[in-house]
């Protein structure tokens, strides 16, 4: 079973907003915290955003915590980051990363990795 598959990138103008969904295996999904990382054209993978295997603990990097929240759903194992207010320096491939460690902002420890979606956001 697939670890991680994400879906819901795309093209959205500024202002705008999208939700990317991260579904799990059931493994990840119970014993990970489940993170969000995203490379821009050129630049190193940075954080965005974890949520413990809980949902009970949170962590938003600086540049998006007041427009993007991370929610859960236990049933479908997926975990959400719905993104509001969209700038174009959100354009990246955002990726959903999962890790043992309980909340981490290092990209380096997290263990697996899904395929990455395309978040293109126009001025």
């Known amino acids: 079973q697939v670890p991680l598959v994400e879906s819901g990138g795309g093209l959205v103008q500024a202002g705008g907003s999208l939700r990317l969904s991260c579904a799990a295996s059931?493994?990840?999904?119970?014993?990970?915290?489940i993170g969000w990382i995203r490379q821009a054209p050129g630049k190193e993978r940075t954080f965005v955003a974890a949520?413990?295997?809980?949902?009970?603990?949170?962590d938003y990097a600086d540049s998006v915590k007041g427009r993007f929240t991370l929610s859960r759903e236990t049933a479908k194992r997926t975990v959400y980051l719905q993104m509001n207010d969209l700038k174009p320096e959100d354009t990246a491939v955002y990726y959903c990363?999962?890790?043992?460690?309980?909340?981490?902002?290092?990209?380096?420890?997290?263990?697996?990795w899904g395929q990455g979606t395309q978040v293109t956001v126009s001025s």
């Open positions: 059931e493994r990840v999904f119970s014993s990970y915290t």
């Open positions: 990363a999962a890790t043992v460690k309980y909340l981490t902002t290092d990209v380096d420890e997290y263990d697996y």
């Open positions: 949520l413990t295997w809980t949902g009970g603990s949170s």
